[in-house]
């Protein structure tokens, strides 16, 4: 039997989730967490779920952001002989920003907290795996908060690890990124994959703790929260002034209390007026990225 299992990191790393797979001969684990401090404490849950006959694979990364990657260095040191993965699209875009990023959320958190030199995955070159006979499949790349993710999709027990294409209704959306309409378009579209798939159980991307999971909660979140960045922002025929527009999805999302102010803050300079946009995440190649190549899986 496949089980799966998820960690919430703390309210400073971000909510981030983390999913360990187990089965009775081999066990995975997708997204570690983004702080040393949340690492740390994820080990000593680890080490209550794992045992010598059921020992950690591998470590996947659904998506290059620092939040689901940079403090995996602990747990590959604590486990020996565990590889670290990622789809080639997915490490294109960590080695696109890497240096930039240590270097920033170092400067916001300290050396205590990232390390030195987060560990970089290996490119995984198939689109499956097979956990102790479980077949696991990757979907990707597919448009969550950025483009080029990867979404883990278990047939056997109706489930997706979805990563930031899913977001648990507790917590503001990354709509930071969303830099052209055809972006937000292939999130939708992403949205619809996972629907089709008709998943029992989604593993969001981020998700307080506290909060049960809950498939169509969290992907109508997701959508209602899609459409009134389309309304106010993508398809709005003006700008709103950035403190207008910050109290807009404030008053809208009221459940979504914590990280106010890197969620709604960062998104409400990037598209109100007069912000002050964070230029250093900004996508490289954003015209070059149209629905063509982003939904390019679609034949209809
Ligand atoms: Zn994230």
Known sequence: MLQTHHYTSSTQGLSSLTTLLTTPTASLLIDP???LTD?????????????????????????????????????LDAFPGTRLYAAPYVLARIDHEYAQKVAYWTS??????????????????????????????????????????????????????AGDVVYGRSVHVWVEELESPALLHAWQKTLDLI??????????????????????????HTRRYLDLFAEKIAHAPAKMPVAELYGVFEREFPLCCENRDFFLGHMANQFGEGGTVWEENRHPDVRGRTGEGLNGYLFE
Not at 117 to 123: G, T, V
Not at 134 to 140: D, E, F, R, T
Not at 198 to 216: S, T, V, Y
């Open 195 to 220: 629907e089709r798939l008709q998943p029992e159980h989604i593993i969001p991307g981020h998700m307080e703790a506290g909060w049960e999971l809950d498939a169509k909660a969290d992907l109508a």
């Open 108 to 161: 916001v958190f300290g050396a205590e907290n990232i390390p030195a030199a987060p560990r970089k995955p290996e490119p995984y070159p198939f689109s499956f795996f097979v956990l102790g006979g479980h077949l696991i499949m990757l979907l990707g790349p597919v448009v969550g908060d950025c483009v080029d993710q990867t979404v883990f999709w278990i047939p056997g027990n109706r489930t997706v690890v």
């Open 39 to 75: 690492a740390h404490k994820l080990l000593t849950w680890l080490q209550s779920l794992l045992t010598p006959s059921n020992p950690l694979k591998a470590i996947f990364i659904t998506h290059h952001h620092p939040d689901h990657f940079f403090s995996a260095n602990p747990i």
């Open 33 to 35: 967490p983004f702080l």
